[in-house]
């Protein structure tokens, strides 16, 4: 895997500011990650797209639907991940599935907290394919029961809440958290 154009150094984007735009060769396909910002919580979505097909997957419809379908331009969205249910993860979620038409992938763990069933349930080690690229999903159990993350080509990992800058996530001060299936 090479990087063809990475992110700035740190990573940051701002809310309602310009994606962070990298490709990445994972398996022989030129995958495009393009990361934004959302809401005032500032929450990362990710938008993955095998640039030979035009097939994308998007991960955390945190918020905004009309700018996350403006992204999505004229890509195909096979599939909208959801990290882990809590609210401010899935405010755009029901509005961008019923405009793409895509299956929502979700834990059954935080259904109930999500306010749906997934059209999909996310079950560890699945590989959730775009085209001719994936996403290997891990259930990381902790800041919620059904947090799942995204490995992209062994090296890149969508988190959601399970890791925050500098630290582990959000476990709200107890450290059995870590130890528990989540809350």
Known sequence: MRDASPYPPDGHVEPGGPAAVGTLQVDGVDVEIRKLSVSAMDNNVYLLTDLGRGEALLIDAADDAPRLLDELGDRRLTAIFTTHGHWDHVRALDDVARATGAPVVL????????????????????????????????????????????????????????????????????????ATPGR
Do not use: Y
């Open 107 to 178: 834990h059954p763990g935080d259904a109930q907290r999500a306010g749906r069933q997934p059209d999909q349930p996310a079950e560890d080690g699945m590989r959730l394919a775009f085209g001719d690229a994936a996403v290997e999903l891990r259930h990381t159990p902790g800041h919620t029961r059904g947090s799942t993350c995204a490995v992209l080509g062994g090296t890149h990992l969508f988190s959601g809440d399970t890791l925050f800058p500098g630290g582990p996530g959000a476990t709200f001060g107890d450290t059995d958290a870590f």
